[in-house]
């Protein structure tokens, strides 16, 4: 059990140290040595002292926060440098200052190489060496991990960009006369491409086809499982494959795919023939689509089946024709632009998001993208922001 030092007549009380002393020494001499040069450095901190690494482990399972161990190498249930590792097993944020005999130089340095920040000589020990090794443990500590953070952060940005290769495709486009202005916003608690996907592929005949879908989940099995659907979506249509038995395919190479039989994906499927009258739209569980025409925006709910996934081979999803007028654009999204909370109980929703829409349905095609992700995410920045993932297209045949 870890016992709480008094020095100079206090125990825990003001602290300039952000992190508690963990003193672990057999030698009660030697505890108190340190104590008499603790009280003469300029260290304020919490400090205890334990007698056995057992002891210290037990402490440290239990302490949340920063923490500094002076370790002697030599205690009764462990010797030398298994005591560093076991020290940075229960505790891997633990600042380690060895605590070495006068011939036990190459000691130090040895557990300085295995985690250790520092290493004191007993013989040696005055109030200046012990705080300058203490703070200097801690902020060495505090690099150290910056620099993980940092690395771990320079990953997921490569991890990011491999993913956007696979998420954000460039159109595949055989001719000039339809425009495809799209956005994805990650979402804010990953900072990583989320399940979220779409594509557009225009076919030989002059036909766009166009996909967005949303995989339930975040992270990046989630993200993998929407690259594969974005892909496999992109050879169904290549291949010939439209409509309901599009979404029986996908769901099929999805139910294949998955990490787990919870996870399912919504998805929109828009097909744009080239005579420009209509555009045919499928849809598995996904929200509703936004009509930008000439005569005003609307909010279009076509029929629509299950989500893929929920229970493979029953679903079905019929296909609707949605007339045209010239000068028409679709607007197709994920969920995460319009369920940000705009109030304590409240979110945008649907209806709050087609206000927005109408506020700008004057902008051209990229600027009311633009505006309306921008003002979903105004509205939502008192109460925590857009945290889901989002991803918008506005999909038009060019006029004229």
Not at 33 to 41: A, G, M, N, P
Not at 254 to 273: D, G, I, W
Not at 282 to 291: S, Y
Not at 310 to 315: D, E, Q
Request: net charge negative; glycine share 12%; charged share 20%.
């Amino acid at each position: 059990m870890a016992e709480r030092l008094v020095v100079a007549g206090r125990t825990s009380g003001a602290r300039d140290l952000e992190a508690v002393l963990l003193l672990v020494e057999d030698d009660a001499g030697d505890a108190v040595l340190f104590t008499e040069v603790l009280q003469d450095s300029d260290l304020r901190a919490d400090v205890h002292w334990c007698t056995t690494l057992g002891a210290a482990r037990t402490f440290l399972a239990g302490h949340d926060g920063p923490v500094c161990v002076l370790l002697d190498l030599h205690l009764p249930d462990v010797r030398g440098l298994d005591a560093v590792r076991q020290v940075l097993a229960a505790h891997p944020d633990a600042a380690i200052v060895v605590l070495t005999g006068l011939v036990e130089g190459e000691a130090g340095q040895a557990a300085v190489a295995e985690g250790a920040q520092d290493y004191l000589v007993k013989g040696r020990l005055d109030a200046e060496t012990l705080s300058r090794a203490v703070r200097y443990a801690v902020q060495r500590k505090q690099v150290e991990q910056a620099a993980v953070a940092l690395h771990a952060g320079r990953l997921r940005a490569e991890e990011n960009a491999r993913l956007e290769l696979g998420l954000l495709p460039v159109p595949l486009m055989r001719a000039t006369g339809f425009e495809v202005d799209a956005r994805y916003d990650p979402g804010r608690e990953q900072g990583l491409l989320g399940g979220d996907f779409y594509d557009v592929v225009q076919t030989v005949d002059g036909t766009v086809h166009a996909v967005i879908g949303d995989v339930s989940g975040h992270g990046a099995t989630e993200a993998a499982l929407g690259v594969c659907l974005r892909v496999a979506w992109r050879a169904a249509v290549l291949s010939g494959c439209t409509g309901p038995a599009q979404l029986r395919l996908l769901e099929e190479i999805m139910a294949a795919e998955r990490s787990a039989r919870q996870v399912f994906a919504t998805l929109t499927s828009l097909v744009f023939p080239a005579d420009r009258r209509s555009v045919r739209v499928v849809r598995a569980g996904h929200p509703g689509l936004l009509v930008r025409a000439p005569s005003g925006t609307t909010w279009y709910d076509p029929p629509g089946g299950m989500a893929l996934g929920i229970a493979p081979g029953t679903g079905a999803w019929p296909e609707t024709d949605l007339p045209l007028e010239p000068g028409t654009g679709i607007v197709v999204f994920t969920d995460g632009l319009f369920e940000g909370l705009t109030g304590p109980r409240t979110r945008l929703g649907e209806n709050g998001l087609l206000r927005l829409a109408r506020q700008y349905e004057s902008l051209p095609a990229r600027e009311f993208v633009q505006a309306l992700v921008r003002s979903a995410a105004a509205a939502a920045a008192p109460h925590g922001g857009l945290a889901d993932d989002i991803a918008v297209l506005h999909l038009a045949w060019a006029s004229g």
